[in-house]
């Protein structure tokens, strides 16, 4: 197959397992969706799913959540780990949103990255999940399978998210980013890796990786 072929497949065979996508993390707005992806950082979404509720019974706006202290918030949030730099980093983006954003979530890309505690994955996933901007957000579940499905080089998750925006059309980056991490922990995982299972890998796959799963 050749590499625009193999694209194709990735795509059909995506869109044929996932015509309706679920967003992974529980939220009802882009503040409630930005804080929910911080939490998310070296945490499962079900996890987050689990506390989130727990603070946004407390704060779901920043005008709500600068009531609380640092040492507040961290309390809620410690089963997601990293608690002492999330808190710091809800707290102080909730600041920072009402001081020069009216309270709201800015819609750019620069204005998201210059928030505390916020990445380039942060505001990919809220720039394309509350505001429809296309987006490619990587996580390790995309870095993997981009490498197993020899899309790219597995260097970086940076050279991930520049091939995966070459590779695949820009309309579909939005839904691709959201199937192919459900693909990843159904069908695909790190641990427990089942090639019988993984259609997209079988046909595909990198040399390499299917050697390694053989042996």
């Known amino acids: 197959m050749t590499k625009q072929e193999r694209v194709t497949f990735v795509i059909n065979t995506l869109k044929e397992l996932y015509p309706t996508i679920p967003i992974p993390l529980d939220h009802k707005d882009p503040y409630t969706l930005l804080i929910a992806v911080l939490l998310s950082a070296q945490c ?14 407390k704060a779901d706006n920043p005008y709500d959540m600068i009531k609380m202290s640092v040492e507040e918030i961290k309390e809620i949030i410690r089963p997601c780990g990293l608690s002492p730099m999330k808190s710091k ?3 102080g983006l909730s600041e920072i949103l009402i001081e020069k954003h009216d309270g ?3 819609q750019s890309f620069e204005a998201l990255e210059a928030l505390p505690a916020v990445g380039h994955k942060t505001a ?7 505001f429809g901007v296309p987006a490619f957000p990587v996580d390790t579940h995309i870095h993997r399978l981009m490498y197993r499905w020899n899309l790219t080089n ?13 590779l695949f059309p820009e309309e579909l980056w939005n839904d691709l980013h959201l199937q192919i991490i459900w693909y990843g922990r159904e069908y695909s995982p790190a641990r427990g890796w ?3 299972k993984d259609i997209i890998t079988r046909t595909i796959g990198r040399k390499t990786a299917l050697d390694g799963y053989k042996k």
Not at 44 to 57: C, G, H, K, S, Y
Not at 124 to 130: L, R
Request: hydrophobic share 40%; glycine share 4%.
């Open 104 to 106: 709201k979530v800015p």
């Open 194 to 196: 089942s090639l019988e």
């Open 44 to 57: 499962t979404d079900v996890r987050v799913n689990q506390i989130t509720p727990l603070l946004f019974a």
């Open 89 to 91: 980093g809800i707290h």
């Open 124 to 130: 990919s996933v809220v720039m394309s999940q509350a």
């Open 154 to 166: 597995g260097k970086s998750v940076v050279q991930t998210e520049k091939d995966a925006k070459r």
